[in-house]
């Protein structure tokens, strides 16, 4: 597991961003809908453990 920069999906209903790339929520985001950065948007609970 590794720190990568900050993303977030582009979808509506998007309440958190992501920054490791072994949380599997973020994992989960397709491609096409992955924007980079934070959003705004609060850090995930399971990316805060990892
Ligand atoms: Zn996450």
């Known amino acids: 597991m590794a720190k990568v ?3 977030h999906s582009k979808l509506p209903g998007t309440t958190k961003y992501h920054d490791n790339n072994a949380c ?3 994992n989960n ?3 096409k ?3 980079s950065g ?3 948007l609060n850090k995930c ?3 805060k453990r990892l």
Request: hydrophobic share 30%; with cysteine.
């Open 5 to 7: 920069p900050a993303f």
């Open 24 to 26: 599997t929520e973020g």
């Open 33 to 35: 809908n992955r924007v």
């Open 38 to 40: 934070t959003g705004g």
């Open 45 to 47: 609970d399971h990316c």
């Open 29 to 31: 985001i397709e491609a």
